[in-house]
């Protein structure tokens, strides 16, 4: 199965603090990742893509980075959060079953700056 | 700006009601996938229509492609409390494997 691992699951932290919030994947290798953010009741904008290791693409210009050190880890980090970095961060995958293609999203982690 | 267009934002029912999400495009789309939040979720893949004109049901669910590939619906029959929830379209442009475009959602609340 495509599973996707992401943690924490809740994380509070204060304006200028470092973030670092992981996403590892199991099934098939080198799949396409995404990292995505949802501010409260709002809908699902993409902030980083990668499809392969060290290949990360950004899509909203930001204090936010990714990495892929590893073919099944992705990794979002900001050296200094701000207040508007609060919100709910989605890893997902993108892959095919028979003909059909779609995503894969982990359980998220809800992200609280204070 | 806003690739994709999807209404309305909230909507309200009562348990048996049907209900209907739209989403619209200003360009021709590869394909469109529609995903389904429950509150305090993460969104769930729910189907991906490719072809011009598709209809494809899931139980009391109807989804449709538009004949130009530009606009989709969901269609609910007898909402059921277990159909709470946001739902969402997503659109392939088809330029980048995996790059969707999101709606912002239709949140559904069915009353008992």
């Known amino acids: 199965s495509q599973t996707i691992h992401q943690w924490p699951a809740t994380l509070v932290q204060p304006v200028g603090s470092p973030l670092s919030l992981e996403c590892t994947v199991e099934?098939?290798?080198?799949?396409?990742l995404y990292w995505y953010r949802q501010a409260a009741g709002r809908g699902l904008q993409l902030l980083f893509y990668s499809i392969g290791i060290d290949q990360i693409s950004s899509e909203v210009p930001q204090n936010l980075s990714a990495s892929r050190p590893q073919d099944r880890q992705f990794i979002l980090s900001s050296k200094k959060l701000l207040l508007s970095d609060s919100g709910f961060y989605l890893c997902?995958?993108?892959?095919?079953?028979?003909?059909?293609?779609?995503?894969?999203f982990g359980s998220g982690t809800r992200l609280t700056v204070v | 700006g806003q690739q994709v267009m999807q209404i309305p934002q909230y909507q309200h029912v009562q348990e048996g009601e049907d209900f209907t999400t739209y989403c619209n495009s200003s360009?021709?789309?590869?394909?469109i996938q529609w995903y389904k939040q429950r509150p305090g979720g993460h969104p769930v893949f729910l189907i991906q229509l490719v072809k011009s004109g598709e209809v494809k049901k899931q139980k009391r669910l109807t989804f449709q492609f538009g004949e130009a590939k530009k606009n989709s619906s969901l269609h609910i029959t007898a909402t059921q409390t277990t159909d709470v929830g946001t739902y969402f379209c997503?659109?392939?442009?088809?330029?980048?494997?995996?790059?969707?475009?999101f709606g912002r959602g239709t949140q559904l609340t069915v009353w008992p």
């Open positions: 360009t021709t789309l590869s394909n």
């Open positions: 099934g098939t290798s080198n799949p396409n």
């Open positions: 997503a659109a392939d442009r088809g330029s980048t494997l995996g790059r969707l475009y």
């Open positions: 997902a995958r993108y892959d095919r079953t028979g003909v059909i293609w779609g995503y894969t």
